[in-house]
């Protein structure tokens, strides 16, 4: 399956962004989809995951309570609201698909090519 993310872009501190990730596989409702994200110097890390229904979401500590994860499966596309945004949030976000829910990366079979997020102070 191919992914392409966007919505990225340059934010204040405070303020909010919705992310996107279309995918081109008519059986996306089968996959589990992820949010993950990489700052620069850093490691990958785990943002979010959703169940293939929509009705099974997890996130990391750092973001829980500011973003939302969500999808439309009518739509192929999984989505990332972040709000409350932080200059520590600056990093390039990946969407991914997998068969299992889970934060950990290397579960995950398909990625995007990432969307860069800009959060000034």
């Known amino acids: 399956v191919q992914l392409q993310a966007f919505g990225g872009g340059l934010v204040q501190a405070g303020g909010s962004l919705r992310l996107s990730c279309a995918a081109s596989n008519p059986t996306f409702s089968s996959y589990v989809m992820g949010w993950f994200r990489q700052a620069p110097g850093e490691e990958r890390e785990f943002v979010a995951t959703?169940?293939?229904?929509?009705?099974?979401?997890a996130y990391a500590g750092s973001v829980k309570g500011r973003f939302t994860i969500s999808r439309d499966n009518a739509k192929n596309t999984v989505y990332l609201q972040m709000n409350s945004l932080k200059p520590e949030d600056t990093a390039v976000y990946y969407c991914?698909?997998?068969?299992?829910?889970?934060?950990?990366?290397?579960?995950?079979?398909?990625w995007g090519q990432g969307t860069e997020v800009t959060v000034s102070s």
């Open positions: 991914a698909a997998g068969f299992a829910p889970s934060f950990n990366l290397t579960l995950y079979d398909y």
């Open positions: 959703i169940s293939r229904g929509g009705t099974t979401t």
